[in-house]
């Protein structure tokens, strides 16, 4: 399984940008997928995921700010990120989701397949 990221920039506060996470090596449709923050001591927090079947959640602060969306016929997830905050800094990266979603944990653990990740810096 590969999974890899694209799309973080440098953005001014306020700003937006659109994360993509392109996977390979899996039947795509078959997992949930997800967008965790790396943060301190290389901890992963979810930050959103989307079933299957396409139903999306979001976690903390993405609610009302980011879209997550995903296109099985591309084996691609993408994530939205509007109003980006300076808070919003931070190392992104995407895994599958599998029948127990693990809200954090150390990225790249065991639990999923995991991208090696995209930084999103906003100033």
């Known amino acids: 399984v590969q999974l890899v990221e694209s799309g973080g920039v440098s953005v001014q506060a306020g700003g937006s940008l659109t994360l993509t996470c392109r996977a390979s090596g899996l039947n795509f449709e078959d997992f949930g997928m997800g967008w965790y923050r790396q943060y301190r001591w290389n901890r992963c927090k979810l930050v959103s995921r989307?079933?299957?079947?396409?139903?999306?959640r979001y976690y903390d602060s993405a609610e009302g700010r980011f879209t997550i969306s995903r296109d099985n016929s591309a084996n691609t997830a993408y994530l939205q990120m509007n109003n980006l905050t300076v808070e919003d800094t931070a190392v992104y990266l995407c895994a599958t989701i599998g029948s127990v979603v693990v809200s954090e944990t150390t990225c790249g653990s065991d639990y999923s397949d995991w991208g090696q990740g995209t930084q999103v810096t906003v100033s």
């Open positions: 989307i079933s299957k079947d396409g139903e999306p």
